[in-house]
């Protein structure tokens, strides 16, 4: 805009400059026709070139002017003058904007000139209609105005053309970064444009960087696990082998430390997978294998699965499930061997307390998977539900168990930001409610 404004305005002083010019050169052109008589009266020996000088109020129009004198004008001044200003010198010529007739607005230039053989100073004027220029500013502003917005646009859509298909690359890194965080992908495409794909590249070679720090801290906790477990099994096994008050002792507190470890082992190992971004397990088949498994242990019992759609199928018709009946694949952002630990706590434990049936379900939720396992055992009091997630608490002791399994789930879903809920189920009977982070599928 601003170029088109100077623009604009250089080609306005360069027409006004031809212009100035031009009437420079038409009033030469008058004082070289111009000549006085003995009276001293100004008289032209011969007409200006242009015939708009003898058209009335045509814009063009001529004048000699001399103190207390009638001025000499061209015809096409009519019955009008212009007033010669004697007050303002000019003994060079002087240029100004002056009034015309019917109000035109007149360039005018004037020179004070004195003819051979005459001392009279005589003011030549020309003048001519502005009219004209302007007409020529105009069409040229038009033109500018238009040019320059055509242009704005085109370079506006060339710039909005460029940054699409220059970020289109970059949407398409995001979008691959998306389906690794959500698991669907190991590592970024590798074809990328040149000027991105060293970008990916790197982005991969941190990918299994990463991957390999894990796999180290994964066989380090393994190799601490069995330094620790080796020991306290032989601790475990001295004790059995001398009875008495010490090897009780030694028994209990070798069992709590056996305990602990596995505890504290189990959550660094989920810490680290947790970090793996492409871990992804699908739900439906831990659910199956669990209820098959489950079915075998407890025969009494029905465990159903129920689908999204509402249709189910039960355990003791196992092993032929009807895998993905009315379901729609649901993954769960992490490690298999975690799913299966947490969802096996619950199923179990609800297994221990039902009565006759254990319903399991999955759906779905925003970035969340949601599993709910059901019994129709006794239920919980309200009031000490939050003390079967401390560790090795136990609200029937006539019940087998460590009271470690809801304690655990606790901590491995809190591990993976998820969250385990425990709600009344109608008419009696528990519903456990396990939200974890959904993968993409």
Same mark, same amino acid.
């Given at each position: 805009?601003?170029?088109?404004?100077?623009?604009?305005?250089?080609?306005?002083?360069?027409?006004?400059?031809?212009?100035?010019?031009?009437?420079?050169?038409?009033?030469?052109?008058?004082?070289?026709?111009?000549?006085?008589?003995?009276?001293?009266?100004?008289?032209?020996?011969?007409?200006?070139?242009?015939?708009?000088?003898?058209?009335?109020?045509?814009?063009?129009?001529?004048?000699?002017?001399?103190?207390?004198?009638?001025?000499?004008?061209?015809?096409?001044?009519?019955?009008?003058?212009?007033?010669?200003?004697?007050?303002?010198?000019?003994?060079?010529?002087?240029?100004?904007?002056?009034?015309?007739?019917?109000?035109?607005?007149?360039?005018?230039?004037?020179?004070?000139?004195?003819?051979?053989?005459?001392?009279?100073?005589?003011?030549?004027?020309?003048?001519?209609?502005?009219?004209?220029?302007?007409?020529?500013?105009?069409?040229?502003?038009?033109?500018?105005?238009?040019?320059?917005?055509?242009?704005?646009?085109?370079?506006?859509?060339?710039?909005?053309?460029?940054?699409?298909?220059?970020?289109?690359?970059?949407?398409?890194?995001?979008?691959?970064?998306?389906?690794?965080?959500?698991?669907?992908?190991?590592?970024?495409?590798?074809?990328?444009?040149?000027?991105?794909?060293?970008?990916?590249?790197?982005?991969?070679?941190?990918?299994?960087?990463?991957?390999?720090?894990?796999?180290?801290?994964?066989?380090?906790?393994?190799?601490?696990?069995?330094?620790?477990?080796?020991?306290?099994?032989?601790?475990?096994?001295?004790?059995?082998?001398?009875?008495?008050?010490?090897?009780?002792?030694?028994?209990?507190?070798?069992?709590?430390?056996?305990?602990?470890?596995?505890?504290?082992?189990?959550?660094?190992?989920?810490?680290?997978?947790?970090?793996?971004?492409?871990?992804?397990?699908?739900?439906?088949?831990?659910?199956?294998?669990?209820?098959?498994?489950?079915?075998?242990?407890?025969?009494?019992?029905?465990?159903?699965?129920?689908?999204?759609?509402?249709?189910?199928?039960?355990?003791?018709?196992?092993?032929?499930?009807? *895998?993905?009946?009315? &379901?729609?694949?649901? !993954?769960? #952002? @992490? %490690? $298999?061997? /975690?799913?299966?630990?947490?969802?096996?706590? =619950?199923?179990?434990?609800?297994?221990?307390?039902?009565?006759?049936?254990?319903?399991?379900?999955?759906?779905?939720?925003?970035?969340?998977?949601?599993?709910?396992?059901?019994?129709?055992?006794?239920?919980? *009091?309200?009031?000490? &539900?939050?003390?079967? !997630?401390? #560790? @090795? %608490? $136990?609200? /029937?002791?006539?019940?087998?168990?460590?009271? =470690?399994?809801?304690?655990?789930?606790?901590?491995?879903?809190?591990?993976?930001?998820?969250?385990?809920?425990?709600?009344?189920?109608?008419?009696?009977?528990?519903?456990?409610?396990?939200?974890?982070?959904?993968?993409?599928?």
């Amino acid at each position: 805009m601003f170029g088109g404004y100077l623009l604009s305005l250089t080609f306005k002083e360069t027409v006004e400059n031809n212009f100035d010019e031009r009437l420079n050169g038409l009033l030469e052109n008058l004082i070289g026709i111009s000549d006085s008589n003995a009276e001293g009266q100004v008289s032209l020996y011969r007409a200006m070139a242009d015939s708009r000088f003898e058209q009335p109020y045509s814009g063009w129009y001529w004048q000699v002017s001399a103190r207390e004198e009638e001025p000499f004008r061209s015809r096409s001044l009519w019955d009008q003058s212009l007033e010669p200003e004697f007050e303002k010198s000019a003994q060079q010529s002087r240029y100004a904007i002056v009034t015309g007739p019917e109000e035109q607005n007149l360039r005018m230039v004037a020179r004070d000139i004195t003819l051979p053989g005459d001392k009279t100073i005589f003011r030549f004027i020309v003048a001519i209609d502005r009219s004209e220029i302007e007409g020529q500013l105009d069409r040229f502003n038009n033109i500018l105005i238009y040019s320059l917005s055509a242009l704005g646009i085109g370079l506006i859509a060339a710039s909005l053309l460029q940054v699409f298909l220059g970020l289109k690359p970059l949407g398409n890194i995001r979008r691959s970064l998306s389906r690794i965080r959500t698991g669907e992908d190991a590592h970024l495409p590798t074809n990328f444009p040149t000027e991105i794909q060293p970008l990916a590249d790197e982005m991969n070679a941190l990918l299994d960087h990463n991957n390999q720090i894990v796999d180290r801290s994964r066989t380090q906790v393994g190799n601490l696990a069995h330094a620790l477990k080796t020991p306290l099994a032989v601790l475990l096994n001295e004790a059995k082998l001398h009875p008495g008050s010490l090897s009780d002792v030694v028994t209990k507190q070798a069992e709590m430390m056996h305990r602990q470890v596995d505890h504290y082992l189990r959550r660094a190992r989920v810490a680290a997978s947790t970090e793996i971004i492409t871990s992804r397990t699908e739900v439906w088949s831990v659910l199956n294998d669990i209820c098959r498994v489950m079915g075998k242990i407890h025969k009494d019992k029905n465990f159903i699965i129920l689908s999204e759609s509402g249709s189910y199928a039960e355990s003791h018709l196992y092993p032929d499930f009807q *895998e993905n009946d009315g &379901r729609s694949d649901i !993954f769960f #952002r @992490g %490690e $298999r061997q /975690d799913l299966e630990e947490m969802v096996g706590n =619950l199923i179990e434990n609800a297994a221990k307390w039902s009565h006759s049936k254990v319903t399991v379900s999955c759906q779905r939720e925003g970035d969340n998977i949601m599993i709910q396992v059901v019994d129709d055992g006794p239920g919980i *009091e309200t009031h000490v &539900r939050d003390a079967v !997630f401390i #560790r @090795g %608490e $136990r609200l /029937d002791e006539n019940t087998p168990g460590t009271g =470690l399994g809801l304690s655990i789930v606790k901590d491995l879903s809190g591990l993976y930001g998820g969250e385990i809920t425990l709600l009344d189920n109608e008419p009696h009977g528990l519903l456990a409610r396990l939200s974890l982070p959904a993968a993409g599928g």
